[in-house]
T-cell receptor, first 112, second 113 residues
């Protein structure tokens, strides 16, 4: 059981470039989430997917898109990266039975 | 906007002492959760307390919840150097929130050996 995996671990982009952050979970969870974490701050929700086939905006969705490819995978896309999107991105999935969220190790993104 | 605010922002103690972190939130909740984050890592779930509970224990952790004051506290007893980490509270509004969590800014705990 790998839990929640994220790729890549690190990425450097130039302003205007695009990229997709990948996330997969092997716990058969229905709900998945994307957060960003900036220095000295807690996590802020970007998008979430309550179940396969559905996605919804969180607190800070501007500049991002998501795809819930199947039950396992939930990707986050930056179409035109901006320096303000420099952050650490975490994917999580939720156990409906116990309500806790399981987090991946994060992707550290720098936009120059 | 952040649902939770945590106090203190940083806490430095000696091994063996107790550490208390406080969290306040703004709206009604279904449950409140505490997470731990070691430097450079993802968050790990510690404990969940439901809105109809007032206190919960798990090992050296004790969580209290006061819904009238919209506040919670996390107590770590007999702290160890390995407890050094950032601790976050996260509020779940329940209902149709689909498990969404709103996190506080966190408390950085340093335990000196």
């Amino acid at each position: 059981n790998a839990g929640v995996t994220q790729t890549p671990k690190f990425q450097v982009l130039k302003t205007g470039q695009s990229m997709t952050l990948q996330c997969a979970q092997d716990m058969n969870h229905n709900s998945m989430y994307w957060y960003r974490q900036d220095p000295g701050m807690g996590l802020r929700l970007i998008y979430y997917s309550a179940s396969e086939g559905t996605t919804d905006k969180g607190e800070v969705p501007n500049g991002y898109n998501v795809s819930r490819l199947n039950k396992r995978e939930f990707s986050l896309r930056l179409e035109s990266a901006a320096p303000s999107q420099t952050s650490v991105y975490f994917c999580a999935s939720r156990s409906a039975m116990y309500n806790e969220q399981f987090f991946g190790p994060g992707t550290r993104l720098t936009v120059l | 906007s952040q649902q939770g605010e945590e106090d203190p922002q940083a806490l430095s103690i000696q091994e063996g002492e107790n550490a208390t972190m406080n969290c306040s939130y703004k709206t009604s909740i279904n449950n409140l959760q505490w997470y731990r984050q070691n430097s450079g890592r993802g968050l790990v779930h510690l404990i969940l307390i439901r809105s109809n509970e007032r206190e919960k224990h798990s090992g050296r952790l004790r969580v209290t919840l006061d819904t009238s004051k919209k506040s919670s506290s996390l107590l770590i007893t007999a702290s160890r150097a390995a407890d050094t980490a950032s601790y976050f509270c996260a509020a779940n509004a329940g209902g149709t929130s689909y498990g969404k969590l709103t996190f506080g800014q966190g408390t950085i705990l340093t335990v000196h050996p």
